[in-house]
């Protein structure tokens, strides 16, 4: 063969030429190895084995990970490896092969023999390979990213005629693809590109990870540092267009995180082992922020809230964290705490960097988290689609999963939810979050749903609001679904509901309603169906067109068994009684004390309740021992 082959030319059949020819074709960037294409073909490639060896010892003990080294790309094709592929050889030998924890000292003879820790079944499984298989690599990018980590990572522990065959043909199978990553690297817009078929996964893999580990590993080659160049800049692309800002992906990323976890973790280990810095500061920063937002949604049973394969997510986020070196979600508790102190007083100093939750418009989520212990009571909320997604977690307890249902009755007519959720307001301070969704109908009623959770008092409001009805009959029903295993039941002589899940007791106050239930009430609460979602529904009917129907959740252990009441107030407007334009509850339990407050016909003046003047739209407090309502939430 004469003709020079490099990186980003059309080539095939490179396997099917004696190593003389194939490493005579391949046009090199450095005149030492072209000079071995005129030696014993042997000799090369057991030279260039022996050499192989040496630098994948200088590059795997650089530095120590407290867990394998490995490409978590290809887990998934391992761990279904069928007899014979490559993906078997690399099963067998992550099996055998535990982390090197510091570089032996010696020759290279010794330190290969101290390294080793390979049997002789795994070293023939990959001779036999290379004898009758290898033509795998040439077929797709997985079968040759797994080539790339047995050359990159288990080296040197191959006898040299081996790594030295299998160099040969994961150079080839890299030149042979190589065009391909080109064409890959040049799409345009990621966040386009997010479907799970198995061409988009390829895409993904070789206008990035494949780019930048080829070029690394085969830097003497021409072309090489283009397709790494090219490498870093795709995955560093994917990251800034399917993420927003603060590192918060988008929906259809966040459903299948493990894979675009494992790239972009895979980039960061090989950008280490060849001293390459993977990203520019900026995507560097952004994936950091990435990674604490997706902590942020774990609860304390390990699984990523909001996520299908929640566990698995995890797992992928922890070995994001050791391969990136940035602080884990432990390392925040220890800042909450130093800072947080004990009393009211101390709360008020938590720094904004210290709280875990986060809200985004760009991706329609938020998560709502009391703290950053692996124990803390969690919400997530995602309304990019016709519907809410909800879970929240008590104190690590799993119990609102699935979807936020609702159904609105204008009369006897069923309004059509069409419209997209907005989140018009959100924040989050050291007495807790509040999120407030709305949706706007055309010429119809506006509804508004607010979701409150407490930093540390143990409870959450969830609210549902309607205003801009035409006067007339409205019935509301919201279905809060449960998570699996939640049991509901009924407090005698009274409207409360008690939720169980796990050793977790919630109290549901329906404020809306009488507590007496001999009282009669245009609202109902209890367990319902949503399709084949379990639920707790709670409807409420209004004649005037407007509605606020607050939830208390409250699991705090110190008011289990305390006596509650809740009252409906009255609010003023200009000396005279506003009960449409306006609602006001409160609620007593042991010794807490809470007061909601919701306008639902605008503020352009005061209104009064229990003497608190309320200018704003929407008061979230509870009273102090003197009598004071002290402000949790203001909305204006």
């Known amino acids: 063969m004469t003709t020079q082959v490099r990186f980003g030319l059309p080539v095939s059949g490179l396997l099917n030429n004696s190593s003389v020819d194939f490493l005579s074709s391949v046009e090199w960037r450095q005149?030492?190895?072209?000079?071995?294409?005129?030696?014993?073909?042997?000799?090369?490639?057991?030279?260039?084995?022996?050499?192989?060896?040496?630098?994948?010892?200088?590059?795997?003990?650089?530095?120590?990970?407290?867990?394998?080294?490995?490409?978590?790309?290809?887990?998934?094709?391992?761990?279904?490896?069928g007899t014979g592929s490559i993906f078997a050889v690399l099963a067998r030998v992550r099996s055998e092969t535990t982390p090197t924890k510091r570089r032996p000292k010696g020759d290279l003879k010794k330190q290969v023999k101290l390294t080793s820790r390979l049997s002789r079944e795994a070293t023939e499984l990959l001779r036999l390979w290379l004898a009758h298989g290898s033509t795998e690599a040439e077929g797709t990018p997985t079968a040759l990213l797994a080539c790339c980590e047995l050359l990159a990572l288990y080296g040197s522990q191959f006898p040299a005629e081996v790594i030295g065959g299998l160099w040969r043909v994961t150079l080839a199978a890299a030149l042979a693809q190589s065009e391909s990553f080109i064409e890959a690297a040049e799409t345009e817009d990621w966040q386009e590109l997010l479907d799970d078929s198995l061409e988009t996964r390829d895409t993904w893999l070789k206008a990035g990870l494949l780019s930048l580990v080829c070029g690394a590993l085969f830097d003497d080659v021409k072309g090489a540092p283009r397709l790494l160049r090219a490498g870093r800049t795709v995955l560093g692309d994917q990251l800034q267009q399917v993420t927003d800002e603060d590192g918060v992906p988008v929906a259809e990323v966040y459903k299948s995180l493990s894979p675009f976890l494992s790239l972009w973790s895979d980039g960061l280990l090989i950008g280490e082992l060849f001293g390459e810095s993977l990203w520019k500061k900026s995507a560097s920063k952004r994936f950091e922020k990435m990674l604490r937002r997706l902590s942020a949604t774990v609860r304390a049973d390990v699984t990523l809230m909001g996520c299908p394969h929640g566990e698995a997510a995890v797992l992928a986020l922890n070995r994001a964290y050791v391969v990136s070196g940035f602080q884990t979600g432990a390392k925040k508790l220890k800042a909450l705490k130093a800072v947080s102190g004990s009393g009211k007083k101390a709360r008020k100093k938590i720094s904004k960097a210290a709280v875990p939750s986060?809200?985004?418009?760009?991706?329609?989520?938020?998560?709502?988290?009391?703290?950053?212990?692996?124990?803390?009571?969690v919400a997530t909320v995602k309304f990019d689609d016709d519907s809410i997604q909800m879970e929240l977690a008590v104190e690590g307890v799993p119990l609102l999963s699935g979807s936020w249902g609702l159904e609105l009755l204008e009369g006897d007519e069923q309004l059509e939810l069409e419209?997209?959720?907005?989140?018009?307001?959100?924040?989050?301070?050291?007495?807790?979050?509040?999120?407030?969704?709305?949706?706007?109908?055309?010429?119809?009623?506006?509804?508004?749903?607010?979701?409150?959770?407490?930093?540390?008092?143990?409870?959450?409001?969830?609210?549902?609001?309607?205003?801009?009805?035409?006067?007339?009959r409205v019935e509301l029903s919201s279905h809060l679904p449960l998570a699996n295993g939640v049991t509901l039941?009924?407090?005698?002589?009274?409207?409360?509901?008690?939720?169980?899940?796990?050793?977790?007791?919630i109290r549901v106050f329906p404020l809306a309603m009488p507590q007496d239930p001999g009282v009669g009430t245009s609202?109902?609460?209890?367990?319902?169906?949503?399709?084949?979602?379990?639920?707790?529904?709670?409807?409420?009917?209004?004649?005037?067109?407007?509605?606020?129907?607050?939830?208390?959740?409250?699991?705090?252990?110190?008011?289990?068994?305390?006596?509650?009441?809740?009252?409906?107030?009255?609010?003023?407007?200009?000396?005279?009684?506003?009960?449409?334009?306006?609602?006001?509850?409160?609620?007593?339990?042991?010794?807490?004390?809470?007061?909601?407050?919701?306008?639902?016909?605008?503020?352009?003046?005061?209104?009064?309740?229990?003497?608190?003047?309320?200018?704003?739209?929407?008061?979230?407090?509870?009273?102090?021992?003197?009598?004071?309502?002290?402000?949790?939430?203001?909305?204006?």
């Open 489 to 505: 039941a009924s407090v005698e002589h009274d409207r409360e509901q008690l939720l169980t899940a796990g050793d977790k007791k």
């Open 419 to 472: 419209a997209e959720w907005e989140c018009i307001c959100w924040n989050s301070d050291s007495d807790g979050d509040y999120l407030e969704l709305q949706l706007e109908f055309d010429g119809g009623p506006i509804i508004n749903r607010y979701l409150y959770l407490s930093r540390s008092d143990s409870f959450a409001v969830i609210a549902n609001m309607i205003s801009g009805a035409t006067p007339g």
């Open 523 to 636: 609202g109902r609460i209890g367990r319902d169906q949503d399709g084949d979602q379990p639920c707790l529904t709670c409807s409420h009917a209004t004649d005037s067109g407007m509605l606020f129907e607050p939830i208390v959740l409250d699991w705090a252990s110190e008011r289990q068994s305390a006596q509650a009441e809740w009252r409906k107030l009255t609010v003023t407007r200009a000396t005279e009684i506003d009960s449409d334009g306006a609602g006001a509850y409160r609620l007593q339990v042991g010794k807490q004390h809470l007061v909601l407050y919701r306008s639902l016909g605008g503020t352009e003046r005061y209104r009064t309740f229990l003497g608190y003047q309320a200018e704003s739209e929407t008061v979230i407090g509870k009273f102090t021992k003197s009598g004071v309502i002290q402000e949790l939430v203001i909305v204006e």
């Open 31 to 81: 005149t030492d190895f072209a000079a071995c294409g005129s030696k014993d073909s042997d000799f090369n490639l057991r030279t260039i084995g022996m050499c192989w060896k040496q630098q994948c010892l200088n590059r795997t003990s650089l530095k120590s990970h407290s867990e394998k080294q490995r490409f978590s790309t290809l887990d998934a094709a391992v761990e279904g490896a």
């Open 358 to 377: 986060w809200q985004s418009d760009d991706t329609d989520a938020a998560c709502l988290r009391s703290s950053w212990a692996s124990d803390a009571s």
